[in-house]
């Protein structure tokens, strides 16, 4: 499991043009951590650096060390702000954790056996992903990177619903704790929209063969009949 840790320092000017020059002139993030019952804290981060850690999948569903001028704080991400058009970072939200207290967060999903699920391999069908990551609740050790989605089984037109992933010991799906109502669809197997298309093609050309074979017959016979 990879350890993040990020640099950080105090940031005593806030607001927003204060942020705009830590941004231009300093290549610095602001950014705020709170949570755990403690004031909000406003920080600063290398830009470069958090940059560099937001590119690992697993830094969106890890506990994340930030240290504030030696002091060591334990967090997770809850919002980021990315400039529209630019590879610029403008904003990020941290939340305290506790190591007795559950966390809610989203954890990725990674869709295994993909290629030889029965659906693709048998059938010829393909996945479709309803959805990539699920919000979890669990203590901050139970924390996993992501979850898995076996797709080994699953036949074209079969459903994967949020029950029937195995999540893992002692974490619980936030959605799933609402009520039956909220099982969620992740993943399924459809027929290719090609082949549809491809069927639908053939049907036609064919019903406009069959128009053109009774068209030829009719004037065949107008012809006979004036002859005669």
Do not use: W
């Amino acid at each position: 499991m990879v350890d993040f840790v990020l640099n950080a320092t105090v940031r005593t000017n806030v607001g927003k043009g204060a942020s705009r020059r830590l941004r231009r002139l300093e290549n610095l993030v602001p950014a705020i951590i709170y949570g755990t019952g403690k004031e909000p804290e406003m920080i600063s981060l290398t830009h470069n650096e958090f940059a560099h850690a937001l590119e690992n999948e697993s830094f969106y569903s890890h506990i994340i060390t930030i240290d504030i001028e030696g002091k060591k704080q334990d967090v997770i991400i809850k919002d980021l702000q990315r400039h529209p058009a630019k590879p610029i970072l403008l904003h990020a939200d941290f939340l305290r954790v506790s190591k007795t207290q559950k966390l809610t967060t989203r954890v990725p999903l990674h869709f295994i056996n993909e290629d030889t699920c029965v659906g693709v391999k048998v059938s010829g069908g393909i996945v479709q992903h309803n959805i990539s990551d699920i919000e979890i609740e669990c203590l901050p050790a139970n924390l996993p990177e992501y979850i898995e989605v076996d797709m080994a089984e699953v036949d074209m037109g079969d459903i994967v619903h949020l029950t029937d992933i195995k999540l893992p010991k002692d974490v619980t799906s936030v959605a799933l704790a609402l009520g039956d109502d909220h099982d969620l669809a992740v993943a399924m197997v459809t027929k290719p929209r090609a082949i549809v298309v491809e069927e639908d093609e053939v049907a036609t050309e064919e019903g406009e063969d069959g128009e053109s074979e009774g068209e030829g017959d009719a004037d065949a016979s107008k012809d006979d009949s004036a002859e005669d």
